[in-house]
């Protein structure tokens, strides 16, 4: 048998009968295993430099000073011990006319920083690295190279950081705690923790995290952890995280959250395309192959031999296909690593073979899924076949193999995505679209009975009564017709939308300047200051921590979920006025009347933390405790980039609590010197140019734009083979029946209008449906993954309705010009 099938494998690949299954397999396997490879270099770099991402073996982060206590009980078992204490500032550089701002991330170090970990200066840009075991001396600041440009700075120049002005020495090449080489939006500023107090820039309201990093022996470390754990639970203590080398991973800026999952619908359209069009290509063999099976079965082969026989061709087609196709991904994934080169870091170690053995899983899943259907109705082909020309309808176990085929591919689909929801998403949309384009195709077809009669021209005839004839062939072309459109439509003028959308989340006249920390006393003379260039309105922020939900003590327990854990772990800002917001809306209860203690929550982090109108909230701030019941929940518009709160409390319950005071406005770049002044006359003041870290994030995504182009040539190539797909899968029968037809007498010209009208028909119905399918998508897409607004756009259904018809009929054009050049005698005999 195994000689017999690889006879059977190079006649069969000499004859062309395989080529198109082997390219369709291969393109899905690389699609997925390009991305697999670039995310599983990604991981192991993180995993290998795990150490580093902390700086330490266990790391102590908390919103308050670290507990003298936990030093001392560190010394005791040996640890080696540094701190850092890391917040947003102002840096201020030049005077007068020439002064200029940067907001920066001010981090102060202890002697013998980093635990773990190289720190490496450089005294110019690109200059060579030098690895350092000390940190600043005081008096002086290491700074990012960044920073030189940004303030036109030099080696040796004065840099001001709120009351202290330091002297610059040096230049951070690499700070091994900083991240694993993702692009921060603030550059980095490094003192001694000597100089921190002369500055005078932690006050009541600083956004402060304070950092114990801890060294040693892996049992003592462990030790430690497992009685800082303890306590932290039994004193409830809140705003402390702890993080070693099992549990420490940084979290992805949104930006590029949003970058994997466009990288990640890439490769799941492309697979899914290439599933439909290895479907098809199975299917097509099939069909071409059942003469040979009877034949086969004349001369004494058992319908097990039969099986066996074509199951190993399918696998020996299956592995090399997808091996080609792992190599495939594997150069791709270079590509990806090149177009994102300023987003990761270049030194990743090697790939591992993990991407390669899923994408070969995955070659051999989507034959077995997809290949195997046909195989076994191949096993079913009856002696007589030889001479009638009958076919059986499939089994119930051919489709039960269809269904469990298309379960497995759509596991291995959402476990190579990462992305529950996005891969549910699309798989889900694609399954949908797949009944829904079945239905309306089988409809369309049912009703051309009607239409037959609507004109006495011959070829119009032919084609309605063609596409009559044969309804499940019919419905099948429109279906992959459709999918295949679909997805293209997905990922060119729905993907624009997309990426316009995401771009533009933010309008164009929204506040591009952040001023925090604005002390009680200073209020009156910034807000007179600010008038000159704006009119902001100045809000009062209360740091609160969370600490009772209808007087039960929040514990460690209380939330299961890790990002409600992260909001009541730290203090929340909230905020009091009379008025609600402008930007704000309503959708619960009503805005409070400021007799007695009331709070407005936001949707969001209601849902998040369950909360409810009534529930009683409790908050202690600064000592001092706060209880009100929720009267109202709102809708916030975090796209306008204005002030929003979580929390916002009636203005007679916090009268006496500690504030500071938050605004934003838009300044024009051409006044960029008010807020130098401003941070100069105010030094505590920190001014957030959101402006800028848009722009920032903006170069990062248009790094991604490129690379999800690359891997959307891996999606076009499969909505290629499977609209090829589509359109030859009636070929042979399409052949013979315009070769009879011939015979008949129908001319040259009637048969040709006939298959213009027929593609026409197939492929407008396609184009509609993949149009509709993908603005469906899209639509889920942006409401339930990406997070954004969405438009609808009728270019879609034009483009659809066009492009339809025109793949339909290059394709008809393709397939059939032979017929209508060659004898109908040689026509049916090929046939």
């Not at 697979?271 to 069909?287: D, E, H, I, P």
């Not at 190599?327 to 591992?352: C, M, Q, R």
């Amino acid at each position: 048998m195994l000689r017999l099938s690889l006879r059977m494998t190079l006649r069969d690949w000499r004859a062309g009968e395989l080529r198109f299954l082997l390219v369709a397999l291969m393109i899905a396997v690389a699609s997925l295993s390009s991305v697999g490879f670039f995310v599983d270099r990604m991981r192991n770099g993180l995993n290998r430099d795990a150490h580093q991402l902390l700086g330490a073996d266990l790391l102590i982060s908390a919103d308050q000073a670290i507990n003298p206590a936990w030093r001392s009980e560190a010394q005791k078992r040996g640890l080696t011990m540094a701190e850092t204490v890391v917040f947003p500032s102002m840096a201020i550089a030049g005077e007068g006319d020439n002064v200029a701002t940067k907001l920066v991330s001010l981090k102060a170090v202890t002697p013998g920083y980093p635990l773990r970990g190289n720190l490496k200066l450089s005294q110019a840009q690109q200059g060579p690295e030098v690895i350092t075991k000390i940190v600043p001396p005081a008096g002086t600041v290491w700074i990012d190279p960044a920073l030189l440009i940004s303030l036109k700075l030099k080696i040796g120049d004065q840099l001001k950081l709120g009351d202290k002005t330091l002297s610059i020495t040096q230049l951070i090449a690499n700070e091994p705690d900083r991240g694993a080489g993702f692009m921060n939006f603030a550059p980095r500023v490094m003192v001694n923790m000597a100089d921190l107090t002369a500055t005078n820039l932690i006050q009541n309201g600083s956004r402060v995290t304070y950092r114990l990093l801890l060294a040693g022996p892996a049992a003592a470390i462990t030790q430690f952890q497992k009685w800082l754990q303890e306590g932290i639970e039994r004193n409830q203590t809140k705003g402390v995280r702890l993080e070693s080398l099992e549990s420490g991973r940084p979290e992805m800026r949104a930006t590029l959250d949003r970058a994997e999952q466009f990288l990640s619908l890439v490769g799941l359209l492309s697979a899914m395309l290439a599933a439909v069009a290895v479907a098809m290509a199975a299917r097509r063999f099939m069909l071409r192959h059942l003469d040979a099976c009877a034949m086969l079965r004349c001369l004494g082969q058992t319908q097990n031999q039969v099986t066996g026989m074509y199951l190993i061709e399918f696998l020996m087609i299956g592995i090399v296909g997808s091996a080609a196709g792992v190599i495939v991904g594997f150069a791709g994934h270079y590509v990806l690593l090149e177009w994102l080169g300023k987003l990761v870091s270049n030194d990743l170690p090697s790939a591992t073979w993990q991407p390669a053995l899923q994408g070969i899983a995955t070659g051999l899943l989507l034959l077995v899924g997809f290949a195997l259907p046909p195989i076994l109705q191949l096993r079913n082909v009856p002696h007589n076949r030889v001479i009638r020309r009958e076919q059986d309808a499939p089994q119930a176990l051919t489709l039960v193999t269809y269904l469990l085929g298309l379960g497995m591919f759509v596991g291995l689909l959402l476990w190579q995505a990462g992305d529950v929801k996005l891969g549910l998403l699309t798989a889900g949309g694609f399954l949908i679209g797949l009944l829904v384009f079945a239905l309306v195709s089988w409809l369309g077809v049912a009703s051309l009975k009607r239409l037959r009669g609507l004109s006495s021209n011959t070829a119009w005839r032919f084609a309605v009564t063609a596409l009559q004839r044969r309804p499940g062939a019919t419905v099948i072309q429109v279906v992959s017709l459709a999918l295949g459109l679909m997805a293209l439509l997905l990922l060119t003028v729905v993907r624009g939308d997309l990426i316009t959308a995401w771009k533009s989340a933010t309008p164009a006249d929204a506040p591009n300047q952040f001023v925090i920390n604005i002390q009680p006393d200073q209020k009156n003379d910034i807000a007179t200051r600010l008038k000159q260039v704006a009119q902001p309105v100045l809000y009062p922020m209360i740091r609160g921590r969370l600490i009772e939900v209808n007087n039960k003590a929040i514990t460690d327990s209380t939330y299961p979920d890790d990002r409600a854990k992260r909001l009541v772990d730290r203090e929340f800002n909230l905020s009091t006025m009379t008025d609600m917001p402008a930007s704000n809306t309503l959708i619960a209860g009503k805005w409070y009347q400021d007799t007695q203690p009331e709070a407005s929550v936001e949707e969001g982090i209601a849902k998040t933390l369950g909360l409810k109108l009534g529930d009683k909230l409790t908050f202690d701030v600064a000592g001092q405790k706060i209880t009100a019941p929720i009267t109202s929940l709102r809708k916030l518009d975090w796209g306008s980039m204005r002030v929003n709160f979580f929390v916002i409390i009636n203005p007679k319950a916090v009268v006496d609590l500690p504030q500071t005071w938050i605004t934003a406005f838009h300044l024009p770049e051409s006044d960029q010197r008010f807020v130098n002044q401003l941070t100069l006359d105010y030094p505590n003041l920190t001014v957030v140019d959101v402006g800028a870290m848009l722009k920032q994030v903006q170069s990062v995504l248009d790094q991604v734009i490129t690379a999800v182009e690359f891997l959307f040539l891996f999606t076009l190539a499969s909505g290629v083979l499977v609209l090829y797909a589509a359109l030859a899968g009636s070929q042979d029968l399409r052949m013979r029946e315009a070769a009879l037809l011939r015979a008949l007498g129908a001319t040259r010209k009637q048969l040709s209008q006939a298959q213009w009208i027929e593609f026409l028909l197939v492929g407008g119905l396609a184009g509609v449906l993949a149009a509709s399918g993908a603005s469906a998508i899209g639509w889920a897409l942006a409401h339930f993954s990406f997070n954004f607004e969405w438009q609808f756009s009728p270019v879609v259904w034009i483009v659809g309705l066009f492009v339809g018809a025109a793949c339909a009929l290059i394709g008809g054009w393709l397939g059939l010009r032979n017929v209508l050049n060659q004898p109908p005698l040689l026509s049916l005999r090929e046939g």
